[in-house]
């Protein structure tokens, strides 16, 4: 493996800056990291690779001119495959959006290009992002670099495992109940879900529209804080977008002082259902926090165990209004138009052929939970509850700073385990959700592995609105506390990959 993919995004920042490495070069190594072992991962259903190096030649050409760069500039990135990229394809997923190529880029591709970020590529996800595993996905499962017969955690398994297996040292997620952070849990990466309305939804295929948030994912904090800031920020195209200066991530991921910082343990997120190494390396971080002067306490949010019910109410809802655009008539796949069929038929066909099973699931529980009859009884009574866990998190932040948790209740479970269990795989988002239905930030960080099966714990960082900052103040914490350790970051002790030559 090069050198140049073990390197962080701020590493490689410096190296070209020094002029000893070139954004080409750093290019060229995460290609062929891909090309060697993405057979046995799939983390990406497509490879931009003459676009990428064509970014990567042009961010050298104005370095060497002379021209102020930004902190990210000629940095590899990888991209989840719902965020619209102008000229490459892009599925969601899904069979529907089969060889779709957006005419136009995401707000967020529009500020990865300007920072000079090179896009190598979009990365495998569940389709729709209507998943917890990448099991969903129309193009095959996403595995684990930890343990190729477990899944990478979902809907944003690709990116997760990009990152995880050196393709990238940074990408982009998005999360709806916890697609950014679960999957960050199961590979010992970084997974930040930022405050909703901090990071813009224009171009972004949306899921459920009042919970999807893009997101930074990266191997160390920092290089989590340094895309944060790229990607953040008011946006006039996306209606719901915060009007607000970015809070300071940068510079909270390069302090990482909790000292005095006031830390609420979540009653309600433990206990019976969670796996017993997940909670001892929960605790451990507890403790280290405690000895960097973190003020600990336990906190209750009491409407906390109605978040998941709530969730898949209000999210198959809003997802069953957002794909009603997938009728067969303007872009994307066309089943049955051959002249004996009239357009209600060519849309049933398309669609019968087009939507996965999860996706037809979904549809169907959302059509009728907002169906005559059933809207105040299914969808009334869930939003409800959604206030009643904002309020949860109101009350609990006038006693603390920010809340914790496990980030998921287990470890990576195998590929197949739960894909027919429903239930059991909505459960994997049971501490995540919360902060999706009440809409502030939150993120995951690696805090070791379980000794029960030797794969990465994910500890769970929950802050009010708009101070995204305070999660990266405790993650940094947490990851210098803990590099002495493990000899670095976590992902010094993943297993190395074996390479198709």
Known sequence: MSDLTRKTAAELSELMASGETSSVEITQAHLDRITATDTAVHAFL????????????????????????????????????????????????????????????????????????????????????????????????????????????????????????????????????????????????????????????YGLIALASSLDTPGPCARTTLDAALLHEV???????????????????????????????????????????????????????????????????????????????????????????????????????????DGENDAEQVMRLTREAGFGAEVKRRIMLGTHALSSGYYDAYYGQAQKVRTLIARDFTRAYEQVDVLVSPATPTTAFAIGDRVNDPIAMYKNDLCTIPSNLAGNAAASFPVGLADEDGLPVGFHVMAPVMRDDLLYQVGAALESALADQWGGVLMSKAPELEVTR
């Open 46 to 201: 497509h490879v931009d690779t003459d676009g990428a190096l064509a970014q990567a030649a042009d961010v050298d050409k104005r370095r060497a001119a002379g021209e102020k760069l930004g902190p990210l500039a000629g940095v590899p990135l990888a991209l989840k495959d719902v965020l619209t990229q102008d000229g490459v394809p892009t599925t969601a997923g899904s069979r529907i959006l089969e060889g779709w190529k957006p005419p136009y880029d995401s707000t967020v591709v529009k500020r990865l290009k300007a920072a000079g970020i090179v896009i190598l590529g979009k990365t495998n996800m569940d389709e729709f992002a209507m998943g917890s595993s990448t099991e969903n996905s129309a193009y095959g499962p996403t595995h684990n670099p930890w343990d190729l017969a477990r899944i990478p955690g979902g809907s944003g398994g690709g990116s997760s495992a990009a990152i995880s297996a050196y393709q990238a040292p940074l990408a982009i997620g998005t999360d709806t109940g916890g697609s950014i952070r679960q999957p960050a849990a199961f590979t010992g990466t970084v997974g930040v879900k930022p405050t909703y309305g901090g990071t813009s939804r």
């Open 231 to 337: 990607i953040a920020g008011h946006d006039p195209m996306d209606s719901t977008s915060i009007d607000q200066p970015v809070p300071p991530v940068v510079e909270a991921a390069r302090r990482g002082d909790v000292n005095g910082l006031r830390i609420g343990v979540v009653k309600e997120l433990g206990g019976e259902g969670y796996q017993p190494g997940v909670e001892a390396r929960f605790h451990e971080a507890v403790e280290l926090l405690t000895k960097l002067g973190a003020e600990v306490v336990e906190v209750s949010c009491p409407h906390f165990q109605y978040a998941l019910p709530a969730y898949y109410l209000i999210l198959p809802s809003e997802a069953s209004s957002n794909l009603a655009k997938f009728d067969a008539m303007r872009f994307g796949l066309r089943v049955g138009d």
